[in-house]
Antibody, heavy 121, light 110 residues
Framework: QAQLLESGPGLVKPSETLSLTCTVF????????WSWIRQPPGKGLEWIGS???????NYNPSLKSRVTISVDTSKNQFSLKLSSVTAADTAVYYC???????????????WGQGTLVTVSS | QSVLTQPPSASGTPGQRVTISCSGS????????VYWYQQFPGTAPKLLIY???QRPSGVPDRFSGSKSGTSASLAISGLRSEDEADYYC???????????FGGGTKLTVL
């Protein structure tokens, strides 16, 4: 069973770019979709975007102008960049396997443990 | 405002059967599979139900999912104290070309 681990700065200044990496252990990143999902403190889940191991992406329309998701198959990692952050981007960011619109394995499973990113000066 | 609508809270006593609803539209639940996730405080969500009514290995059969039209439900029978958690529904939305979640339902075992 794959295990996922998010890493990156826990504090980002307003207007700067949030950068996180998800490392996949115990399974190859190849052949699957991979996603980022976030959860503001005390609130619900929000899908940020997904990437296929080949590099094709799909983003939440509400975040699309600020989001870039990339994959590095040689390191078994995929990454998230969110630009021009504000306090509203403060959240626990999760990475997860899955995210295709349909088909076997499109669901989000497993998930990383999550990492809290706070946007503050 | 979430695209999928869930009641913010639900409750029941040990042994009871509880259902949590998830309402959507023709572009999501009405034409796509529904998924349910369980989340305990301070932990990551965990897949509970996939493809409307399928349980992953290890999920007790006390948990069941169903779908009718543009609504879905999660039922928990034989309620136990350890079922106290937040529950989220999710589906792909063809109009938005993306995944949408319900706002979550906090289940309290009285």
């Amino acid at each position: 069973q794959a295990q996922l681990l998010e890493s990156g700065p826990g504090l980002v200044k307003p207007s700067e770019t949030l950068s996180l990496t998800c490392t996949v252990f115990g399974d190859s990143i190849g052949g699957f979709y991979w996603s980022w999902i976030r959860q503001p403190p005390g609130k619900g889940l929000e899908w940020i975007g997904s990437i296929y191991y080949s590099g094709s992406t799909n983003y939440n329309p509400s975040l699309k102008s600020r989001v870039t998701i990339s994959v590095d198959t040689s390191k078994n990692q995929f990454s998230l960049k969110l630009s021009s952050v504000t306090a509203a981007d403060t959240a626990v960011y999760y990475c997860a396997r899955g995210g295709h619109s349909s088909g076997w394995g499109s669901w989000f499973d497993p998930w990383g443990q999550g990492t809290l990113v706070t946007v503050s000066s | 405002q979430s695209v999928l609508t869930q009641p913010p809270s639900a409750s029941g006593t040990p042994g009871q059967r509880v259902t949590i609803s998830c309402s959507g539209s023709s572009s999501n639940i009405g034409s796509k599979y529904v998924y349910w996730y369980q989340q305990f405080p301070g932990t990551a969500p965990k897949l509970l139900i996939y493809r409307n009514n399928q349980r992953p290995s290890g999920v007790p059969d006390r948990f069941s999912g169903s779908k009718s039209g543009t609504s879905a439900s999660l039922a928990i029978s034989g309620l136990r104290s350890e079922d106290e958690a937040d529950y989220y529904c999710a589906a792909w939305d063809d109009s938005l070309s993306g995944w949408v979640f319900g706002g979550g339902t906090k289940l309290t075992v009285l």
